[in-house]
């Protein structure tokens, strides 16, 4: 032992001296081994300083100006986690003129637009903004709050620079909620002078309102672009979701990579989808009743006498699993293709995707590559299960959705403000009249696959201007769908599409 210490301290005869230098070596490595140790133990009770950051699968990383956009920003996100979290941004200062309160409505994609449009009034009208409500009367019934889907913390500080966000109503205003608070539906397509001239007058009197619906109540167009921006900012940047949902999408994502290329289908053919849209090609007469019945048990759904099949020869319906086989053969989608399937319950049950599966056999859904010990918590609440979806939707090669609802158009927009990625928009008015023709034989195969090839050639998401039909707002573009005035210049788009 002793030689072990002379050696250790340089060398030199064993005197006095030298043994008393090696025992206060000694001391000083043990005080520095126990100092060391009781910091990791303090660190570790700290999860926010060592656990990974989750950073958003969408966006253009932290330039929202940078043209120099690598898709692998958003694909790889956990090769951040050693990045310390941001600084946080400055808080604007000013005069509230009122609490605003609001009950987003519809599914996760048609709340995710709204609270888009909910803070941008906020920010116009100086408001406070109270976290948002979501949906939970709807046909999915799900019980989600907002900090079940949405990094509540991060919603409030990424946009502390333009809107006050709270949590909750302050306590002082406990008896108004009581006794009932001054509640509204803003006008649907309204302008941003609506609110000024009609909106905040009321917000001044109540000094708290409340917005019972949100869905589609800010324009497509003519806005001031600072506002349109802000849109683009909460949609891409602000709304994050939770770090159990970002992780499990990218698990899934992680996995469908390893295999190699793969396209999202949003396969639209739902329950839900079908009965408030009336479309029942190729059901059966007991799966008909059902549809009929279910669209009379909500009274919301306001158009109730549908014919089916006129609805499906406008391309108003969505695509069946069947018509989706054909459709992607056509269009060259190779066989050995991964095809993510992004939906809830398929309507008629695993059966109505037998003709997809014989043809396109690497058919893959969450449900695959997950456990059921890791989907156990999202289990009843489509919401969250959605999320996952989208996640999946917005970094895929190729998306294509088979119906133009609220996740398809969102999905839409954002792979555009990612660059631009293959997005194959289905003319279905188009592809009805071409499915016909072939199954009554008056198209041959190759003539088919030449029409649909011909008809989307330019049809996959490349710049464009949106759409603009005055007076008539639901036929125009949707602005979540092409946010033209946040994207970048076509010349960088281009290169991002030929680099895939």
């Given at each position: 032992?002793?030689?072990?210490?002379?050696?250790?301290?340089?060398?030199g005869?064993?005197?006095?001296?030298?043994?008393?230098?090696?025992?206060k070596?000694?001391?000083?490595?043990?005080?520095?081994?126990?100092?060391?140790?009781?910091m990791?133990?303090?660190?570790?009770?700290?999860?926010?300083?060592?656990?990974?950051?989750?950073t958003?699968?969408?966006?253009?990383?932290?330039?929202?100006?940078s043209?120099?956009y690598?898709?692998?920003?958003?694909?790889?996100?956990?090769?951040?986690?050693?990045?310390?979290?941001?600084a946080?941004?400055?808080?604007?200062?000013?005069?509230?003129?009122?609490?605003?309160?609001?009950?987003?409505?519809?599914?996760?994609?048609?709340?995710?637009?709204?609270?888009?449009?909910m803070?941008?009034?906020?920010?116009?009208?100086?408001?406070?903004?109270?976290?948002?409500?979501l949906?939970?009367?709807?046909?999915?019934?799900?019980?989600?709050?907002?900090?079940d889907?949405?990094?509540?913390?991060?919603?409030?500080?990424?946009?502390?620079?333009?809107?006050?966000?709270?949590?909750?109503?302050?306590?002082?205003?406990?008896?108004?909620?009581?006794?009932?608070?001054?509640?509204?539906?803003?006008?649907?397509?309204?302008?941003e002078?609506?609110y000024?001239?009609?909106?905040?007058?009321?917000?001044r009197?109540?000094?708290?309102?409340?917005?019972?619906?949100?869905?589609?109540?800010?324009?497509?167009?003519?806005?001031?672009?600072?506002?349109?921006?802000?849109?683009?900012?909460?949609?891409?940047?602000?709304?994050?979701?939770?770090?159990?949902?970002?992780?499990?999408?990218?698990k899934?994502?992680?996995?469908?990579?390893?295999?190699?290329?793969?396209?999202?289908?949003?396969?639209?053919?739902?329950?839900?989808?079908?009965?408030f849209?009336?479309?029942?090609?190729?059901?059966?007469?007991?799966?008909?009743?059902?549809?009929?019945?279910?669209?009379?048990?909500?009274?919301?759904?306001?158009?109730?006498e549908?014919?089916?099949?006129?609805?499906?020869?406008?391309?108003?319906?969505?695509?069946?699993?069947?018509?989706?086989?054909?459709?992607?053969?056509?269009?060259?989608?190779?066989?050995?293709?991964?095809i993510?399937?992004?939906?809830?319950?398929?309507?008629?049950?695993?059966?109505?995707?037998?003709?997809?599966?014989?043809?396109?056999?690497?058919?893959?859904?969450?449900?695959?590559?997950?456990?059921?010990?890791?989907?156990?918590?999202?289990?009843?609440?489509?919401?969250?299960?959605a999320?996952?979806?989208?996640?999946?939707?917005?970094?895929?090669?190729?998306?294509?959705?088979?119906?133009d609802?609220n996740?398809?158009?969102?999905?839409?927009?954002?792979?555009?403000?990612?660059?631009?990625?293959?997005?194959?928009?289905?003319?279905?008015?188009?592809?009805?009249?071409?499915?016909?023709?072939?199954?009554?034989?008056?198209l041959?195969?190759?003539?088919f696959?030449?029409?649909?090839?011909?008809?989307?050639?330019?049809?996959?998401?490349?710049?464009?201007?949106r759409?603009?039909?005055?007076?008539?707002?639901?036929?125009?573009?949707?602005?979540y769908?092409?946010p033209?005035?946040?994207?970048s210049?076509?010349?960088?788009?281009?290169?991002?599409?030929?680099?895939?």
């Open positions: 032992m002793v030689e072990r210490k002379k050696t250790a301290v340089g060398g005869s064993v005197v006095g001296g030298g043994r008393r230098q090696g025992v070596t000694w001391a000083l490595r043990v005080g520095t081994s126990i100092m060391v140790w009781t990791m133990m303090q660190l570790s009770s700290m999860p926010q300083v060592w656990q990974p950051r989750l958003c699968f969408g966006g253009r990383g932290r330039d929202p100006n043209t120099n690598s898709i692998l920003e958003s694909k790889y996100p956990l090769e951040d986690s050693k990045t310390s979290p941001p946080l941004i400055p808080r604007r200062v000013y005069k509230s003129n009122g609490y605003l309160l609001v009950s987003c409505n519809g599914g996760l994609n048609q709340m995710r637009a709204a609270i888009c449009d803070v941008t009034i906020a920010r116009y009208l100086n408001l406070t903004l109270v976290v948002p409500e949906d939970k009367r709807s046909f999915w019934a799900d019980p989600s709050d907002f900090g889907i949405f990094n509540v913390r991060h919603f409030i500080s990424s946009l502390r620079d333009e809107v006050k966000i709270v949590k909750s109503l302050p306590n002082k205003f406990d008896a108004k909620v009581t006794s009932g608070l001054f509640s509204m539906p803003p006008v649907s397509w309204s302008r002078t609506y000024l001239n009609q909106v905040l007058p009321l917000i009197k109540h000094k708290v309102l409340h917005f019972d619906k949100t869905d589609a109540r800010l324009a497509n167009n003519d806005l001031p672009t600072e506002l349109q921006l802000l849109r683009c900012r909460v949609n891409y940047e602000a709304l994050r979701f939770t770090p159990q949902i970002q992780a499990l999408g990218e899934i994502i992680s996995v469908l990579r390893k295999n190699g290329f793969f396209v999202v289908l949003h396969l639209r053919y739902e329950m839900d989808m079908l009965a849209s009336g479309c029942t090609h190729g059901c059966s007469d007991a799966e008909i009743n059902e549809l009929i019945k279910m669209r009379y048990a909500y009274p919301w759904w306001k158009e109730k549908i014919d089916s099949e006129s609805r499906r020869l406008e391309g108003l319906c969505p695509l069946t699993p069947e018509e989706m086989t054909l459709v992607l053969q056509a269009l060259g989608i190779p066989r050995d293709t991964q993510y399937i992004a939906s809830g319950e398929i309507y008629g049950g695993e059966g109505r995707l037998a003709a997809l599966k014989s043809v396109f056999p690497k058919i893959v859904r969450k449900e695959m590559i997950l456990s059921s010990y890791e989907l156990g918590p999202f289990q009843n609440h489509s919401t969250q299960m999320a996952l979806d989208y996640l999946v939707s917005i970094a895929s090669d190729i998306f294509i959705p088979s119906y609802g996740m398809a158009r969102v999905v839409e927009g954002h792979r555009r403000y990612n660059g631009f990625l293959k997005t194959i928009l289905l003319h279905r008015k188009l592809l009805v009249e071409l499915l016909d023709l072939y199954h009554e034989e008056k041959s195969w190759d003539q696959r030449n029409a649909v090839i011909e008809v989307h050639k330019n049809r996959i998401g490349l710049p464009t201007l759409k603009v039909i005055p007076g008539r707002p639901k036929e125009e573009d949707y602005f769908a092409n033209q005035e946040c994207l210049s076509p010349k960088t788009s281009k290169y991002q599409m030929d680099r895939l």
